[in-house]
């Protein structure tokens, strides 16, 4: 977002799970393209079966690839490293990876917009998205937009430094 001295500050949608974060996200990239805005990085999408949520797709804002992220069973996800990301999922290392790639990659191909969807617990503990994080709200001329749940909001904040920023919540919006 842009402040009225004109400086760059991340944008960071917020809720809780399920609340319409990543749904708030698409709606922002929309505008952005409506408005000539180049958006780059990685969106997250819940993966349904029979009406049940079986796992999260890790999507490149720029070009729509896709990449199966987390699942509710191991067999579900591509051969290659996985581990367990919490009970209920399990986490594609392979992934990861390369939506990290992806977004570092992004970062110098004159995207005025880089999306992270989401940040939470990894990045609290050092792993996943942390140090693109910290790369991508560092870099001038960048707007960092990312995806973090409530519960871990204050705690974003603290970690990445972000003294100046625009929060987003589903359901409303508040400058902070």
């Not at 999306?115 to 140090?131: M, P, T």
Request: net charge negative; charged share 25%; glycine share 8%.
């Amino acid at each position: 977002m842009v402040d009225m001295e004109g400086q760059l500050h991340p944008l960071i949608i917020t809720g809780d799970v399920g609340s319409g974060k990543s749904t708030r996200l698409k709606a922002y990239i929309d505008s952005c393209a409506s408005q000539d805005i180049s958006c780059g990085g990685v969106i997250s999408e819940t993966i349904y079966l029979h009406n049940q949520r079986i796992g999260y797709d890790l999507i490149s804002v720029a070009s729509g690839k896709r990449r199966p992220s987390l699942r509710t069973e191991r067999r579900m996800l591509p051969p290659g490293e996985a581990e367990r990301a919490t009970s209920a999922f399990w986490f594609s290392l392979d992934a990861f990876s390369w939506a990290d790639a992806l977004i570092k990659k992004e970062i110098f191909a004159a995207h005025q917009v880089i999306c992270i969807d989401e940040v939470g617990r990894y990045e609290l503990q050092g792993k996943g998205f942390c140090d693109t994080v910290r790369l991508v709200t560092s870099t001038p001329d960048i707007v960092p937009v990312l995806v973090v749940r409530e519960t871990y909001l204050e705690e974003v904040i603290r970690m990445f430094s972000l003294y100046t920023y625009t929060v987003l919540r589903t359901g409303e919006a508040a400058r902070e």
